[in-house]
Nanobody, 121 residues
């Protein structure tokens, strides 16, 4: 069974940095795209950044220049380096895997359980 497990969340002061990781486990042949989403209380889940299997990246405007997404295909892991954090970055951050090819077939979308990021003033 494929699982996505996030780690690295926590409490940080405004202006600080955090690095999130998301590791996909299971018998996985490939993953087309992976990404980070976030959801603050009362808000919709929104895309933060995504990265394709060929390392093409896409960022939401509100994180451009502050966050960097990266990927290790051998480890089926993605990372999100978050710098210059702001209070409005406070949210639960979710990892997503899109089109995961496994020994049991293709998973179109798989989500992790989420990790809390809290930015204090």
């Amino acid at each position: 069974q494929v699982q996505l497990v996030e780690s690295g969340g926590g409490l940080v002061q405004s202006g600080g940095s955090l690095r999130l990781s998301c590791a996909a486990s299971g018998i996985i042949y490939s993953i087309d795209a992976m990404g980070w989403y976030r959801q603050a209380p009362g808000n919709r889940r929104e895309l933060v950044a995504s990265i394709s299997e060929t390392y093409r990246t896409n960022y939401a405007d509100f994180v451009k220049g502050r966050f960097t997404i990266s990927r290790d295909n051998k480890k089926n892991t993605i990372y999100l380096q978050m710098n210059s954090l702001k209070q409005e970055d406070t949210a639960v951050y979710y990892c997503n895997g899109h089109y995961i090819r496994t020994n049991m077939g293709i998973l179109k979308d798989k989500w992790g359980q989420g990790t809390q990021v809290t930015v204090s003033s």
